[in-house]
């Protein structure tokens, strides 16, 4: 009797001694801090976080859930130090419960507090943004504009100065000729008269 008690003594205290270290090694990391989401658009968010200083953090886990919905999406990264991940493929306006967990080489940290985010509506994203805001994008394509209507200006001006260049060549060469052409006129001109008599009257012949 007294043997069946002493072995049921040392396996609790076995049993007791074994969920110890389990816990010391599942609270060996502390829960992340400061959960929060950024950059939120109608199908994705970016979602980050903060450990504790000298936590052996080699990765992270992300639980991602529908409120309501029973589905999961487990997103789980290790040999990495980052501090943010990206949620893709979300549904426009729905709400969805978000927890983070450190990832060492002992286990992971116990999860973070829930963060709980709705998606934006398409209409709502589109009716946010400023009729002055300009994205990349746009400024490149509107760059890429009024280069190509300088280089069209350019062009046409070209085209312009060659035009009166030229007409002002042929205006010159005009201009030049003029006098040779008004003395080519008078010359034949005293060619072709009838040489007049000093007293008026032709000159004729005695019979």
Partial sequence: MDINISLQLCIFVSLLLLLTVNKKHYTLLSAPLNVTIRELEVNSAVVTWEILEGDPVIGFAITQQKKDVRMLRFIQEVNTTTRS?????LDEDTEYIVHVQSISMGGSSPPSEPVLFRTPKESEKMASKSPDEVTMEEFGQAAQLRAGELIIIVVVLIMWAGVIALFCRQYDIIKDNE??????KAKNSSECSTPEHPQGGLLRSNV
């Fill in 85 to 89: 991940c990206a949620l893709w493929d």
């Fill in 179 to 184: 006098p040779n052409n008004n003395k080519d």
